[in-house]
Every structure is written in C-alpha cells, then in structure tokens.
C-alpha cells in the first residue's frame, strides 16, 4: 500500500526559523553556541545572522502527503541524511514540503520488513533549496498488518 | 582551537562526553521537536512497544553529535550529514561523540562520526562533509 504513494508531495508550507525555537532546540541537544543564539555574535559571523543547528529542520511542518497514512507508533527510524545548499538563517521564511521518494521490501528476521523512504525539503521565497533532510523508516510486517485491518 | 583545515587526515577532534542520559532530557527534546512519541518519555508505552526502558530519540543523538562541529562555522559549514541508526540509547548511558578526519579535497572534509555508549558499542554512525568556504 505504500508503493501508491511513491512520488506523491504534499503542498508547501511556509515555515519561519523562530529565534525561540531555535533557543528550546539548541539546549534541547545541548549545543548552545553563541552563533545559534546570542545576537551580537551572529550579526558579527559571516552570516550577519544567528543560525539553526543541522538538525533543527526536524521541527519544521512539511505538510500532509495525501493518502499516505503512517502510524504514530511502530515505526523504527533506520536513517537520516541531511543535504545542506547553506545554514538555515534566524528569522528567515522556509518553504517546506515532503515527498514519497521510494518504498520497498526487503525479507528479515522477524517478517518482511518495510522501508519508505521519505524527503522533506526546504526552499527560500523563490524556489531555491537550502536544505532537504531524508528519513528511512523502518514499517515491520507486525505494524503494516494493524494498518490494513 | 584547532582549525579544521589544519586537520591530517586520520586525526580525530577532540572526544565529547555526554553527562548520563536522563528523563528530562528526552522531554526536553520531545518538546522542542514535536516528537511525541510516548517510547521515548513514558516507560507503559516503552514496556508495551517491548523496550526494557525509555529510550533516547535516535534524533536526539544526531543532534547532540553534531555539535563537534558548532565552532567551526565562521570557516566552512555541515554540507551533508548522514547517520544509521544502530542502537538503542537508554536513560543513564553515556554517550561519547566523536569524530575522525577521513578524507581530504580542495574544500571538502570528510569525516567519520559515531556516538559510542559506555560499553564500546556505536550507537548511531554516519559521515559528515564538511564544506570550506
């Protein structure tokens, strides 16, 4: 049933790189760098900006992939690969949106074991990516049962 | 500090050693990712998923690694950052971060990094390329 939803995206959505959010999440992995949140340093660094952790576009909201109807328990994280163009900015607007890139199975211990390959993007105003972050999750056959029910 | 560039390949930065994982940290992180996955914060859901305990966001711990490389963002930034998740992370582990130039172009670096706990064993994997500007 996910093998349908390969290529299918969900709208953009348009995201800001909140300063507060941006605070919560660098103590959040314990990386509070002046670059990520004191003002005066990231107006002196070569962005003239404060900028977010790699990681920090995982609070971003990418929209809803229509038909594409994921558990919110169950699923193992197997992969994660961020591509960055540049940082993302403090303050900036990102435009976001997700795509079903693939979906495949694959014979394991416990059954057939389920990978979706699933890619959020981020853009700027004019269309122009920054960052997009790739999660491979994991769907066992024990999970993909309860979904077909 | 030394600066990245100056880096032979082979050589490490320094190792980051995490303080033991606790509960808040996992709330922490829950709330200021939206991750609310109740495996990771509550220990009924992470019994009834067939966890001996809460155990850490594998995004939690890509976070925290990726922090060896914070200083160096004036000089170049992460331009990819891949990472397999390998093994579970549990409330009182401790976490060491680490990395390791491997590999050396015009204005790339390339390094190993992987999160080990206190046993010896990699609990998350990856690369990290490093960009020069």
Redesign the interface.
Known sequence: MFKDSIGKRSNKVKNIVERGAVKKFAEAIGDTHPLYLDEETGKHSRYKQNIAPPTFPRVFDYGIIEGLNLPNKGLIHGEQIYHYERPLLVGEEIYCYAEVKDYYEKAGKNGSMGFLVLENNGEDINGKAIFTSTSIVIITEAVRKVLTV | MTKLSELEIGESLKDVQ?EAVSRL?LI??A?????Y???HTIDE?ASK?GLPGIIAH???T???L??LF??H??EG?????????KGMVFVDDVITLQATLNEKTQNQLSFDVKAVNQAGSEVIKGKVLYHQ?
């Open positions: 995490l940290d922490k992180y709330g200021a990712s939206g991750d996955n109740p495996i859901e998923a594998g995004m939690w890509m976070g925290n990726a922090k914070t200083a963002y004036e930034f992460i331009k990819d950052y891949s990472i397999r998740f500007y």
